[in-house]
């Protein structure tokens, strides 16, 4: 039986003390030394941990930086089996000993334990404000999937260790891969030197059709079902809104150099109704109210026979910026599109993560993820509530998603959110 550490979640310990491991800093790995091959551990070996482990390798082969997947952990030993032996494929360098898989609720402990350097947190993000911490303490950099949290107190778990990672010179990387893509640099570059002119608004999309899903089986508790099915769970997800729509809302945080002050939402579930979907909405809408009384215009929606839009468009006193994954574009006085050259950001990502482990410039995207993160679970608070929320009491609130043990066994489904009733 795994207790949850909720009482860490709940009080925000600050200032968390040292651990016994070396304190890493820039151009150091985590275990005080200089090595050719820096050593990734994996947690979480699902479809994004995998993908992740590769896209560290490819960075380390693009750079002519050696790097190497030491470790592997998954509640699930399907998962990690799956994950060894695709990995094994890369050779010598993906090449896992068994010794250092590892598997159930206390995985990603063996993994922080072993001898790497990085870890690649990449489990449902639920789990990921505690396993954060836990990298942190024991002296590593970390790369992590977006969202970071699916709450406020793990928001402010995921902001204490990132400051002591930036106090302790860790490099800590996000999964917003826009903010590592060549047009997306190039177009926030033009918008904060003025090419809009006065930035006034925003909008920004994340409409799709259906994502996958597991339907629960009876031999499997309460408990499997949820995380093998962790999407539509908002305990593990956030719900859709913060486990997708994170992206768009951080760069709308990028270019306003800002998070906003309040939102009012909405939202609801009318195509997917069925038990396999948990209890999350498939749409919401939000208004965003930002500093200087700018505004941006949030929607996301997950509906089967929908139109698509993953999108971003910059609204400013002189021009517009049109962005998305691959493309960037401003109409207006200062007209530009991107035609340049850009990397795979998924790589580019883990290739600026391992400059900065190796001493490029420091980096520590802990804080900024974790506001991004905050922003999204606002809209998910407004619209399950039917309330408006300002930043303050988003940041400040104090329900807690996770469960107080984490064990197999029964865990019950939280009811469909009903605006007006409840908190």
Known sequence: MIEHASVDRRTFIQG????AAVLAAPGVLAAGRRAEALRVGVIGCGGRGTGAAFNALEAGEATKGAVRIVALGDLFPDRVEGARKGLAEKGEMGTVSEKNCFTGFDAYKGVIATDCDVVILATPPGFRPSHFKAAVDAGKHVFM???VAVDAPGVRMVLAAAADAERRKLSVVAGTQRRHEQCYLEAMERIHR???????G???FWNQQGLWDVEPRADRSDMENQVR????????SGDHVVEQHVHNIDVVNWAF??????CVATGGRQSRTQTKYGHIYDHFACDFTYPGNRFALSMARQQEGTDGRVQEFIHGSDGVAELSSGSALITGAKAWKFAGKQRNPY???HIDLQSSIRGGSYLNEGKRIAESTLCAIMIRMAAYRGKEITWEQAMNDTEDLMPKVLQF???PQAPVAIPGQGA
């Open 202 to 204: 925003a909008r920004c």
């Open 145 to 147: 999937e977006k969202p």
């Open 347 to 349: 790589v580019q990502e």
């Open 16 to 19: 968390v003390a040292a651990s």
């Open 257 to 262: 150099q800002a998070v906003p002050e309040r």
């Open 194 to 200: 003025g090419d809009l002119g006065k930035v006034v």
């Open 229 to 236: 099915n962790w999407l539509y769970h908002a305990w593990l």
């Open 409 to 411: 066994g029964p865990n």
